[in-house]
């Protein structure tokens, strides 16, 4: 492992910027980047994501293999992450390692997570642990995952397991990765399992059932652990009409606006969806007000125009013009428009809920790193502009570290600010991550980087 680190550590620390030429950020300001168990640990079958990989639903056909090894060592990369200068480290427990059967907890699993929020304290990086990020364990998949009878009592006694036996060493907790992800992928568009497609009612109760037992788990957390900070990552997508002038367009674009942007936020910010939504489904009234933070994921901007052979879709054409800036292709779509002044949309109406928020999630999949340091610098340049207009940002999350496993595309898809060869583990810094390094390094943001970077391409 020493030798494949080494390409990293030849890589010299640039200068922080003098003083003038330097946006501050707060002096408590959170420098961090955030990773999925499954997406680095490797080696676990007991999800349903392995069972979706072995019926060859990853459509570049990887495997995620030992993914970035961290279940044998994450303490590599967290060094790395150091040397970065790094403050905070976002990573989710993977339930089916924890309780790989219903009701049979893995202490050597508690006991490793143990040994890793350690390592991030000793190297003076605060973690923050999400509980659920899009994986299951088998058997909970087979009772009908957030939907089955017993799905609220089943996740609530893990959560409260999780914080009792690691809440000595981490006080930021998110309960659930995207649920609005989650449910669409899963159960309109068919790309993650169970993979269902066009069953927008049922995505919208599993969006419903997840909002009542984010609140359950939020009270368990803070009945186990008073002073924790309890929020969820909530996946913000700006959605634009293809043609502004067009009422259909602009029609469609407000329902997925609703839909996806909408749905699980203002359930958790007032107690209940907006009418007519509101018709359908239980009581939600108890999951008001249940976060401390919110945590907001960015990554695009995508195109919305009617068309009325998407029926399975609710009429939407979702695409990327071709013209716009973006990174790499996924299999057979692009990915999204990389778009730095998505942020500012959605920390605007995020910030109506009142409560500190964190960019848990922004970044861009680019294996030459040749529209990263772009996205990275103007991104940040909104973030700091927001605070500067008196909004509450915390901390900024970089997806992500190393490149890692990314679900269904497995690993033809690079976000990470260091590049990983998972045959040999080797890693090399990217450009991006040396320009990060020296933002974290220095808590600003230099003017002459950002002049460089000001244009894209
Ligand atoms: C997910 C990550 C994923 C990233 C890049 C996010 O929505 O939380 O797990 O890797 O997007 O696609």
């Known amino acids: 492992m020493r030798d494949a680190v080494r390409s990293v550590h030849e890589v010299p620390f640039s200068e922080s910027a003098t003083e003038p030429d330097l946006l501050r950020f707060p002096p408590d300001f959170l420098w961090g980047v955030s990773t999925a168990a499954h997406q680095v640990e490797g080696c676990n079958d007991h999800n349903q994501w392995s069972d979706w990989e072995q019926r060859g639903r990853i459509r570049s056909r990887d495997r995620c293999g030992d993914a970035c090894d961290w279940w044998k060592n994450a303490e590599c990369d967290f060094d790395l992450a150091q040397q970065m200068g790094l403050n905070a480290l976002r990573l989710s427990v993977e339930w089916s390692r924890i309780e790989p059967r219903e009701g049979q907890w893995h202490r050597e699993s508690l006991l490793r997570y143990r040994e890793m929020l350690k390592a991030l ?149 007032r107690g209940r969806h907006k009418f007519p939504f509101n018709l359908v489904g239980e009581n939600l009234s108890e999951t008001k007000g249940t976060y401390d933070f919110v945590g907001l994921n960015v990554y695009s901007r995508l195109t919305v125009s009617f068309d009325f ?110 590049e990983l060869n998972p045959e040999t583990q080797e890693r090399t810094m990217r450009p991006s991550g040396i320009i990060y390094q020296s933002i974290a390094l220095s808590n600003g943001l230099s003017r002459q980087m950002l002049e460089e970077h000001s244009r894209f391409g």
């Open 121 to 269: 304290l000793e190297r003076g990086i605060e973690p923050m642990v999400c509980l659920h990020h899009f994986t299951n364990p088998r058997w909970f998949e087979q009772k009908g995952t957030f939907l089955g009878p017993d799905a609220a009592r089943l996740f609530d006694r893990f959560a409260r397991r999780v914080v009792e036996e690691l809440g000595d060493l981490c006080r930021h907790w998110v309960t659930f990765n995207e649920p609005n992800v989650y449910a669409s992928l899963g159960f309109v568009l068919g790309e993650f399992p169970p993979g269902r497609v066009g069953d927008v009612l049922t995505a919208f109760r599993v969006i419903n059932s997840m909002a009542r037992i984010h609140a359950i788990a939020y009270r368990s957390i803070h009945a186990v652990q008073p002073d924790a900070r309890v929020g969820w990552a909530h996946n913000y997508i700006w959605f634009a009409p293809a043609n502004s002038y067009s009422l259909l367009d602009r029609l469609v674009t407000r329902l997925l606006n609703e839909l996806f942007n909408e749905s699980f936020l203002r359930v958790l910010e």
């Open 309 to 418: 052979r998407q029926r399975k879709q609710l009429c939407a054409r979702v695409y990327v013009p071709p013209e716009v800036p973006q990174g790499d292709c996924g299999v057979d779509r692009p990915y999204g428009e990389a778009c730095p002044e998505a942020v500012k949309i959605a920390v605007d109406r995020a910030a109506k809920l009142d409560k500190p928020i964190y960019i848990l999630e922004n970044g861009v999949p680019d294996a030459s790193d040749r529209i990263r340091p772009w996205l990275l610098l103007n991104t940040l340049n909104e973030i700091y502009r927001l605070i500067e207009t008196g909004r509450d940002i915390r901390g900024y999350f970089h997806w992500t570290l190393t490149d890692n496993f990314e679900w269904t595309e497995g690993w033809n898809l690079r976000f990470g600010l260091i």
